[in-house]
């Protein structure tokens, strides 16, 4: 698990997926469809 735990996974993974959404809504989509 990384370090700080799920709270801080969870955030981390949160601002990926803003992140890429932003970027490339497609890719977002392909590169992680469980979102």
Avoid: C, E, V
Wanted: overall charge positive.
């Amino acid at each position: 698990m990384p370090y700080g735990g799920p709270l801080r996974a969870h955030a981390s993974h949160r601002a990926a997926d803003t992140f890429w959404k932003r970027i490339d809504p497609a890719l977002a989509a392909r590169a992680a469809p469980h979102i």
